[in-house]
């Protein structure tokens, strides 16, 4: 079995020290390094590509959930926090793992197996490491709610001013980036940008028809319909090889 690298994330140095101690039990985490604030987590996740992160939610001047927002790509993560707070209520109904301290080693087995089997799901699709391919997931905080998106599940990103909207099945949480900034990051070998507004997922692309002056009706399996200028047809049809 493949070892799931990780970084311990946490201003206390007791606190990772225990959790160090813990994951002693479980041989197939390998702990890579260990951070007190966001910064320095920083540096250590773009040098180190962790597979999983432990992160604490409430550090000095920079918060758990910043250092996401910081990130194009999140690795998994586990929160860790001493707080029942607000937080855990948008964990639980996005499901989202995280430990309360002082942590439960059972509660820690459970998140690490649904861990493993997220990273198993990912290792069997390749996509480019500089681009947000289908097994890749980002994080984003819309009000007080938090959210983990795999972008195979996103059909539609939608701009909304100077954020981007992404569109999957049961969510519909707003990004504090532009499109602009958003179509930079996605792989365009999965994402078009369709018009002006908006990007689709080209495998939810479920019918195609022709439009005024020589643009397209392209109708995803959603049952949305995004309309696309003559110029734009032409490319899409070059990327579709029709």
């Known amino acids: 079995m493949k070892p799931i690298r990780a970084i311990l994330i946490d201003d206390e140095r007791l606190a990772r020290q225990e959790l160090r101690y813990m994951l002693r039990s479980f041989p197939e985490v390998e702990v890579l390094e260990e951070a007190s604030h966001v910064d320095d987590a920083l540096e250590k996740i773009h040098r180190l590509k962790p597979d999983l992160i432990f992160l604490d939610i409430s550090m000095p001047e920079k918060s758990g959930f910043d250092l996401l927002e910081e990130l194009d790509a999140a690795p998994q993560v586990i929160f860790v926090t ?20 002082p942590t439960n080693p059972e509660r820690l087995a459970k998140a690490l197996t649904r861990v493993h089997a997220q990273i198993e799901q990912s290792s069997a699709r390749e996509s480019s490491p500089e681009k947000l391919g289908p097994d ?8 007080e709610k938090c959210y983990f998106l795999r972008i195979e599940e996103v059909f539609l990103i939608e701009s909304v001013g100077n954020y981007a909207r992404f569109f999957t099945a049961k969510e519909k949480p707003l990004l504090h980036k532009s499109l602009n900034l958003v179509q930079e ?10 018009n002006r507004s908006q990007i689709i997922n ?11 002056k020589g643009g397209l009706r392209v109708t995803l399996s959603s049952g949305d319909v995004v309309e696309m200028s003559s110029r734009n047809a032409v490319l899409f049809k070059e990327k579709m090889s029709f």
Do not use: C, M, T, W
């Open 185 to 194: 990051k996605l792989d365009p070998a999965h994402f078009f940008r369709a």
């Open 82 to 101: 001493a707080h029942d707070s607000f937080a855990l209520k948008a964990f639980e109904e996005n499901a989202l793992d995280y430990l309360l301290k």
């Open 202 to 212: 080209l495998s939810y692309v479920a019918g195609i028809e022709s439009y005024f």
């Open 136 to 143: 890749r997931q980002i994080f984003i905080k819309d009000g």
